[in-house]
């Protein structure tokens, strides 16, 4: 009878006449071994496990395949000991498929590292972000901006998944909001995003849409002043007819990692990244080998430091289930194999949607079993310091117009000066002319804004010793092309009492090269100034070949000589006071002068 209700589908009906069964017949092992198979189709796992356990005690030699099942649903149950004995026994028997050797091989591996794990915990207090974040729906796949002004997340009602916003306000969430009619839609279904740190761009994923490629896309939308534009499936290379879902896009724009199963991989989900060049996106790459397993890896999340990505995956060694794992990224740019965030962090059941404040001291998450508000709560914990990505911080600017005030969409650029690099590249806000870019905590670099019609802002400056909690705030004014008006230009370096441009000097010349390049018809005076320490006529010579020497490199690339001249002040012309460290320093500097149009 119980054949017929299992043929037929009829599971309840089977379950009922098999315990008959074993209940006439408390010996009857076959009954055992069938009640625990559709236990475990009905996911009763505690209720299947003790059917195999019968099994095994009323005859060892049974069948072999009940100490693989029983081994894998104890790992699940967090009885890892039991699993790994039952485990073991199973690969004493002869002739096992290799698939299965492999797959019983990776169970023995997760009960390994879990009694290892639970003996050695972890630091983990998480908190409920609260009534203003979570109710009795499902709330999920936290982000937040940089400056922790605003947090993302999907909300679950009715099947249908939206996103909803909330603002900090005194350090306290406020009771969030539906994000954008623009972006959600009560016909489809709009999660696992990721925000630009600037809160700008929302990359997320839309399923079943008319204009997308697969069953699921990815699509990018840009603010617009309090609202969302409309989004953009962001098309081939990136999506393809298969499923590519949860973005994560780096600090600087140009890296965009997302899960897909599309061929190429090594197992179902793979996690790929792609790079935006001067073309789009280019071809997606795998991870790789110390990323991706033959299982699945998904919810990746690549911090701002760039080199610090967190994950989750059931194909390295965890707690059962998917555990979330961090990688960093070693010297010769390769992803190293991962780290299992530990225990209690991660459990027997599945742990994703792991993502961190721009500080790396705090992570968000959701769970459905740390009795919150019902379904899956949003969570923030403190991250144990070994788990933490590299120190970053945050720099805030504003760019308005030197005369007017007016907020200025402008080019701007931030240079690692001991890399000669770019790490940051966009645009000032058109509406608030404001721009905010992530970096790393404890460097020198160097800042360069620019915009048609006006002389382009140079500076440099230095986040040694810069607390990362709290934001570098910069305020530049832009200075229309006017004759007279000047630029310094703080990203020239020389050597003490030398000439010779030194190589951190490259980045700010290109952009002076661009300048006159754009502008075929300007005029202008290079100069070389100094402080008062030293031989006047030396301090003359020396900032005249200073300045001789960038004059040489504008022609080299070009610039027509009879659109530039050079000249030494040494002291004569200083722009601080010269009896402090800080205003001489200011004092020793090249700059530019507009002197015909």
Same mark, same amino acid.
């Given at each position: 009878?119980?054949?017929?209700?299992?043929?037929?589908?009829?599971?309840?009906?089977?379950?009922?006449?098999?315990?008959?069964? =074993?209940?006439?017949d408390?010996? @009857?092992?076959?009954?055992?071994? =069938?009640?625990?198979?559709?236990?475990?189709?009905?996911?009763? /796992?505690?209720?299947?496990?003790?059917?195999?356990?019968?099994?095994?005690?009323?005859?060892?030699?049974?069948?072999r395949?009940? /100490?693989?099942?029983? &081994?894998?649903?104890?790992?699940?149950?967090?009885q /890892?000991?039991?699993?790994?004995?039952?485990?073991?026994?199973?690969?004493t028997?002869?002739?096992? *498929?290799?698939?299965?050797?492999?797959?019983?091989q990776?169970?023995i591996?997760?009960?390994?590292?879990?009694?290892?794990?639970?003996?050695?915990?972890v630091?983990?207090?998480?908190?409920?972000?609260?009534?203003?974040?979570?109710?009795?729906?499902?709330?999920?796949?936290?982000?937040?901006?940089?400056?922790?002004?605003t947090?993302? @997340?999907?909300?679950?009602?009715?099947?249908?998944?939206?996103?909803?916003?909330?603002?900090?306000?005194?350090?306290? !969430?406020?009771?969030?909001?539906?994000?954008?009619? +623009?972006?959600?839609?009560?016909?489809?279904?709009?999660?696992?995003?990721?925000?630009?740190?600037?809160?700008?761009?929302? @990359?997320?994923?839309?399923?079943?849409?008319?204009?997308?490629?697969?069953?699921?896309?990815?699509?990018?939308?840009?603010?617009? %002043?309090?609202?969302?534009?409309k989004?953009?499936? +962001?098309?081939p290379?990136?999506?393809?007819?298969?499923?590519?879902?949860?973005?994560?896009?780096?600090?600087?724009?140009?890296?965009?990692?997302?899960?897909?199963?599309?061929?190429?991989?090594?197992?179902?989900?793979?996690? !790929?990244?792609?790079?935006? &060049?001067?073309?789009? !996106?280019?071809?997606?790459?795998?991870?790789?080998?110390?990323?991706n *397993?033959?299982?699945?890896?998904?919810?990746? @999340?690549?911090h701002?430091?760039?080199?610090?990505?967190?994950?989750?995956?059931?194909?390295?060694?965890?707690?059962?289930?998917?555990?979330?794992?961090?990688?960093?990224?070693?010297?010769?740019?390769?992803?190293?194999?991962?780290?299992?965030?530990?225990?209690?962090?991660?459990?027997?059941?599945?742990?994703? &949607?792991?993502?961190?404040?721009?500080?790396?001291?705090?992570?968000?998450?959701?769970?459905?079993?740390?009795?919150?508000?019902?379904?899956?709560?949003?969570?923030?914990?403190?991250?144990?310091?070994?788990?933490?990505? $590299?120190?970053?911080?945050?720099?805030?600017?504003?760019?308005?117009?030197?005369?007017?005030?007016?907020?200025?969409?402008?080019?701007?650029?931030?240079?690692? +000066?001991?890399?000669?690099?770019?790490?940051?590249?966009?645009?000032?806000?058109?509406?608030? %002319?404001?721009?905010?870019? *992530?970096?790393?905590?404890?460097?020198?670099?160097? +800042?360069?804004?620019?915009?048609?019609?006006?002389?382009?802002?140079?500076?440099?400056?230095?986040?040694?010793?810069?607390?990362?909690?709290?934001?570098?705030?910069?305020?530049?004014l832009?200075?229309?092309?006017?004759?007279?008006?000047?630029? =310094?230009l703080?990203?020239?370096?020389?050597?003490?009492?030398?000439?010779?441009?030194?190589?951190?000097?490259?980045?700010?010349?290109?952009?002076?090269?661009?300048?006159?390049?754009?502008?075929?018809?300007?005029?202008?005076?290079?100069? %070389?100034?100094?402080?008062?320490?030293?031989?006047?006529?030396? $301090?003359q010579?020396?900032?005249?070949?200073?300045?001789?020497?960038?004059?040489?490199?504008?022609?080299?690339?070009?610039?027509?000589? %009879?659109?530039?001249?050079?000249?030494?002040?040494?002291?004569?012309?200083?722009?601080a006071?010269?009896?402090?460290?800080?205003?001489?320093?200011?004092?020793?500097?090249?700059?530019?002068?507009?002197?015909?149009?």
């Open positions: 009878m119980a054949n017929t209700n299992l043929d037929d589908h009829m599971y309840d009906e089977a379950v009922e006449n098999l315990q008959k069964s =074993v209940e006439a408390d010996k @009857f092992v076959e009954a055992h071994a =069938v009640l625990g198979d559709v236990l475990r189709q009905m996911r009763r /796992y505690k209720e299947s496990i003790d059917q195999f356990h019968k099994v095994i005690v009323l005859n060892p030699e049974f069948n395949a009940v /100490y693989l099942k029983v &081994g894998e649903l104890e790992v699940n149950s967090a /890892y000991e039991l699993a790994q004995h039952h485990l073991e026994k199973y690969l028997y002869p002739n096992i *498929t290799t698939q299965n050797t492999y797959y019983a990776k169970l591996a997760d009960c390994k590292f879990s009694i290892q794990a639970i003996a050695h915990p630091a983990f207090k998480p908190i409920n972000l609260g009534p203003e974040i979570n109710t009795p729906a499902d709330e999920y796949l936290p982000v937040a901006t940089a400056d922790e002004g947090l993302i @997340f999907t909300r679950k009602i009715n099947n249908n998944e939206d996103f909803y916003k909330s603002s900090k306000l005194n350090s306290k !969430w406020q009771t969030a909001t539906y994000l954008s009619d +623009l972006i959600n839609t009560p016909q489809y279904n709009e999660g696992a995003e990721s925000i630009s740190q600037d809160g700008k761009y929302l @990359f997320f994923t839309g399923c079943n849409r008319p204009d997308g490629l697969g069953r699921c896309d990815i699509y990018i939308a840009q603010k617009k %002043g309090d609202d969302w534009g989004p953009v499936d +962001l098309s290379p990136v999506n393809t007819t298969g499923w590519e879902s949860q973005p994560s896009i780096s600090a600087d724009g140009k890296t965009l990692y997302f899960v897909s199963n599309r061929k190429g991989g090594y197992g179902g989900y793979d996690i !790929w990244k792609s790079t935006l &060049g001067d073309k789009g !996106w280019g071809e997606p790459e795998n991870l790789g080998p110390n990323i *397993t033959i299982y699945d890896e998904q919810s990746p @999340f690549i701002p430091d760039d080199s610090t990505f967190y994950f989750c995956s059931n194909g390295w060694p965890g707690l059962g289930g998917k555990d979330l794992f961090v990688s960093r990224l070693s010297k010769d740019g390769k992803w190293q194999k991962p780290e299992n965030l530990g225990y209690p962090i991660n459990s027997s059941g599945d742990e994703n &949607g792991l993502t961190l404040t721009a500080n790396g001291s705090y992570a968000f998450f959701s769970s459905n079993n740390l009795n919150g508000f019902g379904g899956y709560d949003i969570y923030t914990f403190e991250l144990p310091p070994n788990l933490r990505p $590299n120190l970053v911080t945050y720099v805030k600017g504003t760019v308005n117009d030197a005369k007017t005030k007016a907020p200025l969409e402008a080019a701007v650029e931030i240079i690692d +000066l001991q890399k000669n690099q770019p790490v940051f590249q966009d645009y000032s806000d058109a509406d608030e %002319g404001d721009f905010l870019a *992530t970096l790393t905590a404890g460097k020198n670099y160097g +800042l360069n804004i620019s915009k048609s019609g006006y002389l382009f802002y140079s500076a440099n400056f230095s986040l040694v010793g810069h607390e990362p909690k709290t934001a570098f705030n910069i305020a530049v832009l200075d229309p092309i006017e004759i007279g008006n000047k630029v =310094v703080n990203n020239i370096f020389f050597d003490t009492n030398k000439f010779d441009l030194k190589p951190e000097s490259v980045a700010e010349l290109q952009q002076l090269l661009s300048f006159l390049t754009l502008n075929p018809t300007l005029h202008i005076e290079i100069s %070389g100034h100094t402080d008062n320490v030293g031989n006047d006529q030396l $301090n010579t020396l900032s005249q070949n200073r300045a001789k020497s960038v004059y040489q490199y504008l022609i080299d690339n070009k610039i027509d000589a %009879g659109r530039l001249v050079f000249k030494g002040y040494g002291k004569t012309q200083p722009i006071v010269n009896d402090t460290d800080e205003g001489r320093q200011k004092n020793r500097r090249t700059e530019f002068k507009i002197i015909a149009k």
